[in-house]
């Protein structure tokens, strides 16, 4: 990897700062990544590129996937467990208050 920077730094006349970029892929800053990026390179430039890419937008897409579940899980608990109080309180008012 490091001859590929050194080699596109060469070509380009741009400095690719890999320790800025580690930070925003270890911080999973994906859009700041992607833009970062294509400052040197395009998706369509070569195969290594759009590999690179892929790799970005797909662990982009599985954090996005990892959420939802996330969100699934707690729509669940909710639904079951909060949802299900939230009815026996209501019956208990019209039971006791006559509402």
């Known amino acids: ?3 590929n920077v ?3 730094e060469k070509e380009s006349g741009f400095f690719f700062n890999m320790k800025y970029f580690e930070e925003k892929v270890q911080a999973g800053e994906w859009e700041e990544v992607e833009k970062y990026l294509s400052g040197f390179t395009k998706v369509d430039d070569n195969r290594y590129s759009m590999k690179i890419f892929f790799e970005i937008r797909k662990q982009k897409y ?3 996937l990892d959420q939802y579940a996330e969100l699934c899980i707690f729509f669940n608990f909710f639904s079951k467990h909060v ?3 939230m009815k ?3 019956v208990l008012s019209l039971v006791f208050f006559k509402i």
């Open 1 to 3: 990897m490091l001859l």
């Open 6 to 8: 050194c080699r596109l």
């Open 62 to 64: 599985l954090e996005a």
């Open 83 to 85: 949802c299900t109080c």
């Open 88 to 90: 026996f309180h209501i």
